[in-house]
């Protein structure tokens, strides 16, 4: 068993310790002690005897768990405000195997509570849920280590008086899944395909036609998932990509979603976002996408969010139904600091015949890029355009 497993265990023995009455500040950093202690043990350990229960390769989960429960224990005694806390020695786990019950979706909960900002709570729950380090979130949010640190410790903080059968509500977990998606999605780490799986299980237990839009449109990006990159890393936009190789049993899944979603008539921003995707899905080329129905969707879109990134893409479509200069001109009533407004600029402008603006704006864009792939595919287009320029007589 190689760490990333080991870390696979983590909402799990977390969610047992909780049960048990663990603080959950306390219970993370002693499941995060006992992955440490676990990692040096395999390393040095010799194969398990049939007679030596203590050895983490007969019953890895079972094993973290007593590891974990200790280390609690051991942290609750060191401090004299929470002194009454050693009672809980009489009730420290049976060695042997641990349950087989699935706690995460219970912990997004607990993490997602709505005394948090999003942030904060997407971060919480990489760092305790996801089992990603701290410079790993420091990175894909794009602050300094020691910060992002920071801001998780008063997460834990906060939720540390949380009782575990009073957590947030479905609208905080929701966007803390969609986020969370979007981090795998895009970033270094994969945790879309855990998201799906979470997701699966909220819409097994909640009857919301928003639960059932959120996994419509994460089925619908997933199924794109193999074509979002050439083999050397590079991006690949949606309209180059092979869409013969789109998942198109996960496409054909989340379109039958999101039409149930739809009948039920209660419209909300994720089952709006399925809608575009699955119209973008259902297009055979791209230039057979049918981007006057998309942007009416990303109107319906912006009048359930008054999102400024909701309308910079509403440009973007706008430009392809109606033209290049329209889309201009939807985009001339946004803020031009908006993330990603360079780039769409410059792809308007490009459509329009103006290389040299779009090769400038392409070279802004990559400028503020946040990370290296989105930099090098932006540095690449303004690169083309700039040969193209100087090319032309």
């Known amino acids: ?41 395999w390393r040095a350990a010799p194969s398990p005897s049939s007679s030596d229960w203590e050895h983490p390769m007969r019953d890895p989960k079972g094993w973290l768990v007593t590891v974990a429960w200790r280390r609690f224990l051991d942290a609750t005694r060191a401090d004299a405000a929470r002194r009454r806390r050693e009672d809980l020695v009489d009730e420290e786990p049976a ?31 990489l760092r305790a849920v996801g089992g990603l380090t701290t410079r790993q979130i420091a990175r894909a949010y794009l602050v300094p280590e020691a910060t992002m640190a920071q801001r998780i410790s008063r ?5 540390s008086g949380v009782r575990f059968d009073q957590p947030g509500d479905v609208a905080t977990v929701l966007r803390v899944l969609y986020l969370v998606f979007n981090e795998g999605y895009s970033g270094d780490v994969d945790l879309a395909a855990e998201a799906i799986r979470l997701t699966r299980q909220l819409a097994a237990a909640v009857d919301h036609p928003e639960v059932a839009g ?28 092979d869409r013969g190789r789109w998942d198109t049993a996960s496409i054909a899944e989340g379109v039958d979603i999101l039409q149930a979603a739809l009948a039920r008539d209660r419209l909300g921003e994720f089952q709006a976002q399925a809608a575009i995707a699955a119209l973008h899905a259902d297009a055979p080329t791209a230039e057979e996408t049918d981007w006057v129905q998309i942007v009416e969707w990303y109107d319906e879109l912006a009048r359930l969010t008054d999102s400024p990134v909701v309308r910079l893409n509403r440009a973007v479509a706008v430009g392809e139904a109606d033209g290049p200069r329209a889309g201009l001109a939807a985009l001339a009533a946004l803020d031009a600091s908006l993330p990603r407004h360079a780039a769409v600029a410059a792809h308007l402008h490009e459509r329009d015949g103006d290389l040299v603006t779009a090769a400038r ?5 990559a400028h503020r890029a946040a990370n290296l792939a989105e930099r090098d595919h932006l540095t690449r287009q303004a690169a083309r355009l700039n040969s193209r320029s100087s090319e032309a007589p």
């Open 95 to 125: 060695p042997g195997p641990a349950s087989a019950v699935d706690d995460t979706l219970q912990l997004y909960f607990l993490c997602a509570h709505p005394s948090l900002t999003p942030s904060s709570a997407v971060a919480l729950t």
């Open 361 to 365: 704006l392409y070279a802004e864009a």
């Open 214 to 241: 959120l996994l419509a449109l994460m089925l619908l990006h997933h199924a794109r998932r193999a074509t979002r990159t050439a083999p050397d890393g590079s991006l690949v936009p949606l309209a180059e990509q």
């Open 1 to 41: 068993m190689n760490e990333a497993q080991l870390r696979s265990l983590t909402p799990s023995v977390l969610g047992i310790l909780v049960r048990r009455g663990a603080d959950f500040a306390a219970a993370e950093d002693a499941v995060q002690d006992a992955l440490v202690e676990a990692v040096r043990v």
């Open 155 to 159: 997460a834990k903080r906060t939720v």
